[in-house]
């Protein structure tokens, strides 16, 4: 089996897996998954430590800046509380007093230390009264939202403003307001300090935020950006910059850590802040994710590599061992398939056998060992094509699989021989039945490839423990068992019986024999006269084949031919025939002719044609002395190939007759597509000439002679073995006759001393 043929079956391979193929693939799967499990508890644990970590750095940083955000209203407060005092002061008509707070007041607010652009004082009339900076012209600012929070919304304590542009400087500005009260404690107007958004964040980015931090000072409880560390500017040019609502919800809680993707957008942001009672605002560190958790990530990253990369390792090698144990099981499930057929072979009968018969002795009961031969198989190779035998073959499995049982076991042993091994039968009678109902399903006839073929089929039937207790023995007796049904019962079951085991051996031991008989020289040709009834002498010989078989002498050729014929020893044997008996003709006188029987074998592959020629060429002989005596057998195969080796036999230069002639089909029809030159008619027929009734015999030889007279054909009468018959055949114009009459059959050296006798035997006269 070629690579390809099993990367191209692979697919089909894995559907057809049985689930024990797969178990590398579970173990995989299970490894895999404890392996991801593990992974993930890890990397959720360092997940979690990496975040804490980056909350703890945050909480870290937004204590400082609440530090930082007290510190700077701290100063607010005293800048406020100065301008109440100033506002007292003049009040209570000390204006010097008053003057010199206010000095104070500019001197502190111009120093520009946390933030503080100027201090200011509205009026209750909205009018500014006063400012820290000089030479500022009356403003009037009572649309201020400061303003509006202490005098219209009545807003008691401090006020911080989100970020607006001062119509003083002109530039961003973050109001912190309180209100001024008279002695009386009633409103009289609004003290301001002025703070730079720009200036606060600054300090906020002094504060010295770690990479990927940003700080941020934001109102409450709008949530809008007073200062940041990173991108001021920018930040405080978007108003009104709301908070994330997180943010806002958390922030009343004072202090305190979340996480929150702001915008909606993809990066989520770690956060710690702080609100301190004493402002309304909230100050919060932010730590990027992406930085916080950076080098957590990485190892995330590592981690899922390593595991993608074991896993995908672990998967190949489970894929592997899977595809190998899978191929495995297939090459031994295929060493006990027939590839053609899908059914077991051989091999699994034997394997299956051995618990069976095991079965049968503990339990009792018979083992049958049916073999099936179809009859006419050979021919249908033969004649319809290789193609349609295969077809054949497999239609012929399925009728047999659909008249067995499940626990039959159904094989096929070889060619056109199937074994049926049933198990648990109780009686020889079972199959019997059994072999009945499968010749039964092969007589109608079986249809493959758009040919129907009526085949038939012979069962040869062994049963253990009675024919045998090893599955060799029960085969061997079931061979045998068909060989009797073959040779004596076409289309019937033989029981296998000891008596066809000596048979058998009998016929093993002459096939051994004949195998070395040419090597041996124990074979050896006789001949026998053919005696010319019109020149009244012997006109040739017919070559005869002996073999003298070391202790049990002369072997007539009608023992030993059909099995020369079955093994194929025919060849080899017919070969050196035709080489003895053209060497021996060579030796005699230049008028008598030899004649050479060749088998039905002998003609299939064209071979006869070269081995005559060899013979010829060898010898020296005459073509026209060589007479090549056939029978219907070979004339049966009826192929173009046949009839071509016939003419060109024939064109050699050999002649060619037809032997035993009535014996078998007779068709006119051979003698008719063949120009044969001489017909010989079976000594069946001769035998009843001399019977002196005139019967059937005499009839058949007439009509026969007369026919071959009419063709322009030679005859050569068989077996004639007497005067009376003789006389008869020459009355009816047989033109040859052969036969005890004149002699046996005879060693070459009684060649010279046959041409003779006969015709001195015999006077003419008594014809
Ligand atoms: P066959 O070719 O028809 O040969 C004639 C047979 O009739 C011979 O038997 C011969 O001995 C026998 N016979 C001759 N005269 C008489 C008679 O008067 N009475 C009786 N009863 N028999 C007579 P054999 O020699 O036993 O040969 C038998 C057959 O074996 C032959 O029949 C032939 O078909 C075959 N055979 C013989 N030699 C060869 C051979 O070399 N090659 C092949 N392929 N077949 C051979
Ligand atoms: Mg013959
Ligand atoms: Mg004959």
């Known amino acids: 089996m070629g690579n390809r043929c099993v990367l191209a079956d692979l697919p089909r391979l894995m559907r057809a897996m049985p689930w024990r193929h797969g178990l590398a693939l579970w173990v995989w799967l299970a490894a895999t998954a404890i392996c991801a499990g593990g992974a993930a508890l890890y990397l959720h644990g360092q997940e979690r430590a990496a975040r804490l970590h980056a909350f703890v750095e945050a909480e870290a940083a937004a204590e400082t800046l609440e530090q930082l ?49 100027q201090v200011s004082v509205i009026e209750p009339d909205g009018w500014m009264s006063w400012s820290s900076v000089a030479n500022v012209g009356p403003l009037w600012l009572g649309d201020r939202p400061h303003f509006l929070a202490h005098a219209q919304w009545g807003h008691a304590g401090l006020y911080v403003s989100p970020p607006l542009v001062s119509r003083i400087s002109g530039r961003a500005t973050v109001q912190a307001s309180r209100v001024l009260r008279d002695a009386a404690g009633g409103f009289a107007g609004v003290a301001v300090v002025s703070l730079d958004p720009l200036a606060l964040s600054r300090l906020l980015r002094d504060q ?20 940041a560390s990173r991108d001021a500017e920018a930040v405080l040019q978007r108003p009104p910059n709301p908070a994330h609502p997180a943010v806002i919800a958390a922030a009343t809680a004072h202090q305190g850590r979340l996480a929150y993707w702001p915008d909606g957008g993809e990066t989520e942001v770690l956060a710690a802040f702080r609100a301190p009672r004493e402002v309304p605002l909230v100050a919060l560190a932010a730590l990027d994710a992406a930085v916080a958790l950076a080098e957590y990530r990485q190892r995330r990253l590592l981690v899922l590599l390593g595991l993608g990369l074991a896993a995908g390792v672990g998967l190949l090698a489970a894929a592997m061992f899977t595809v190998n144990r899978a191929l495995r099981d297939r090459l031994a499930e295929e060493a006990v398939r027939d590839p053609l057929t899908g059914l077991f072979n051989r091999r699994h009968l034997t394997e299956a056998m051995r618990p069976a018969l095991g079965a049968t002795v503990r339990e009792g ?19 319809l094509g290789l193609p349609v035998g295969d077809a054949i073959l497999c239609a012929v499995a399925d009728r047999l699989r659909g008249t067995l049982r499940d626990s039959d076991t159904l094989v096929r042993m070889s060619g056109d021989v199937f074994a049926v091994m049933v198990p648990g039968m109780r009686e020889a009678g079972d199959a019997a039945a059994l072999a009945a109902r499968l010749l039964a399903c092969l007589v109608q006839p079986v249809q493959a490839l758009e040919q129907s073929v009526v085949l038939g089929a012979s069962i040869g039937i062994a049963l253990a423990p009675l024919d045998g207790d090893s599955p060799e023995q029960l085969i061997r007796n079931a061979e045998i068992a068909l060989y009797r049904a073959k040779v004596e019962a076409r289309g019937q079951h033989r029981f296998f019986e000891p008596e066809m085991d000596a048979a058998m051996q009998a016929r093993r031991a002459m096939e051994v024999g004949l195998r070395d008989a040419l090597a041996k020289q124990e074979l050896e040709l006789h001949y026998q006269p053919l005696f010319d009834l019109k020149q009244w002498r012997v006109s040739g010989f017919e070559a005869l084949l002996r073999w003298r078989r070391p202790g049990i002498g002369l072997v007539s050729p009608a023992d030993f031919i059909p099995l020369a014929e079955e093994t194929g020893l025919i060849t080899p044997i017919g070969e050196w025939v035709l080489h003895q008996a053209c060497s021996d003709a060579a030796q005699w006188p230049a008028w008598v002719k030899v004649a050479v ?14 081995v005559v020629q060899a013979a010829l060429a060898a010898s020296g002989l005459k073509p026209e002395r060589l007479e090549l005596e056939i029978t219907e057998g070979v004339l049966l195969q009826d192929s173009e190939e046949t009839l071509q080796t016939l003419h060109a036999l024939r064109a050699l230069g050999a002649r060619v007759a037809l032997d035993d002639f009535g014996s078998g089909y007779s068709s006119l029809n051979y003698l008719l597509r063949f120009p044969f030159d001489k017909v010989k008619i079976d000594r069946s027929f001769v035998g009843d000439l001399g019977s002196g009734s005139g019967g059937e015999g005499t009839v058949i030889v007439r009509a026969i002679i007369g026919m071959c007279r009419n063709l322009n054909l030679a005859t050569t009468a068989e077996g004639v073995e007497t005067e009376e018959q003789l006389r008869r055949l020459t009355q009816e114009g047989c033109t040859e006759a052969q036969g005890y009459l004149f002699s046996r059959p005879r060693p070459a ?13 015999l006077v003419k006269a008594a014809a």
Request: charged share 25%; proline share 7%.
């Open 365 to 383: 009961g018979l083992v049958g060992l049916l073999l099936l031969d179809l009859d006419r198989f050979k021919e249908v190779n033969d004649t």
């Open 208 to 227: 010295g935020p770690q990479p990927g931090m940003v700080f941020r000072l934001r109102r409450l409880p709008d949530g809008a950006i007073l200062a």
């Open 597 to 610: 029987n060749l088998s039905p074998v002998q003609f299939r592959n064209a071979g006869a044609v070269p």
């Open 69 to 117: 955000l007290l510190r700077v209203f701290e100063t607010v407060e005293s800048l406020h509380d100065l301008t109440q005092s100033r506002h007292s002061l003049r009040e209570a008509g000390n204006p010097a007093g008053a003057e010199a707070v206010a000095q104070h007041l500019a001197r502190i607010a111009g120093n520009g230390r946390f933030a503080v652009q």
């Open 749 to 761: 050296q009684d060649v010279p001393a046959m041409l003779e006798e006969p015709g001195r035997k």
